[in-house]
């Protein structure tokens, strides 16, 4: 580790330079013994500097190690909890298949009561109401061209009963609101038809190429299905 090198370098020198203070102190002049003390001062400086940094270094390493190891132990935990949902989901997936099978019997028969039902609307006695679908109706009814009154507020002359309006040449003081009532046709809006549970229901099977367990059909024209609302 560089700091633990820079510090035992720091330690050699001082050791060193402190060696040779006696000998400076007998043959140097006090400017060389000065010097001298202000060398070993700086290594010390160094050492203490380098020795900080090392404990620095070594702390920030424990904390990382710490954490490491904390989010290890969290993201084990998570497995464990991953795993325990997996063998559920194993499980509830084993369950729909179970359950998916037996819908898709149900569906089944609902689809041959359908075809039933639409035999007997593409071929209706005169006059008889179409067979309802048996299940809760879904689509909307059709709701017919329609007329409705409008009332119109207009200003006519009390005089001529004729529209006054404000322009020039229209006497304003004989000027009176009136109510006028027109008739305006409504536009209708087809109904859309029922569309069958059987036909809106899809059981994927399980796996990437497995068949699914009942399968969704389009819709049948209105023709076919003879019942509207």
């Known amino acids: 580790m560089e700091i633990a090198a820079d510090r035992d370098a720091a330690v050699a020198e001082r050791t060193a330079l ?31 500097q380098a020795t900080a940094q090392h404990a620095a270094a070594l702390a920030a390493e424990a ?3 710490a954490e ?10 998570l497995r464990k909890v991953g795993m325990k949902a997996s063998a559920e989901a194993a499980k ?11 819908l898709a019997g149900v569906l089944g028969q609902l689809r041959e009561q359908e ?29 017919p061209m329609r007329t409705e009154v409008v ?11 004729q529209p006054a309006g404000i322009l020039a040449g229209n006497d304003l003081r004989h000027r009176v609101a009136k109510t006028i009532e027109r008739r305006v046709a409504v536009p209708s809006i087809p109904g859309e038809p ?29 023709s076919d299905t003879g019942y509207r609302a």
């Open 92 to 102: 509830l997936a084993d369950r729909y298949v179970v359950l998916a099978r037996e």
């Open 194 to 222: 029922h569309v069958a549970l059987s036909h809106r229901v899809t059981l994927p099977g399980l796996g990437r190429d497995a068949p699914p367990i009942w399968r969704s059909l389009p819709q049948p024209l209105r």
């Open 63 to 65: 904390k990382a190690s």
């Open 18 to 48: 402190e060696a040779s203070r006696p000998d400076l102190m007998l043959t140097g002049s006090a400017d060389d013994v000065a010097d001298l003390d202000h060398r070993i001062a700086v290594s010390k400086v160094r050492i203490d």
């Open 151 to 161: 009332r119109d507020l207009v200003w006519v002359d009390a005089r001529t009963g």
């Open 68 to 77: 490491h190891e904390a989010e290890q132990t969290r993201r084990k935990g």
């Open 115 to 143: 075809a039933r039902i639409a035999e007997a609307n593409a071929a209706l006695p005169e006059g008889a109401e179409p067979v309802p679908p048996g299940e809760p109706f879904n689509g909307t009814e059709t709701i």
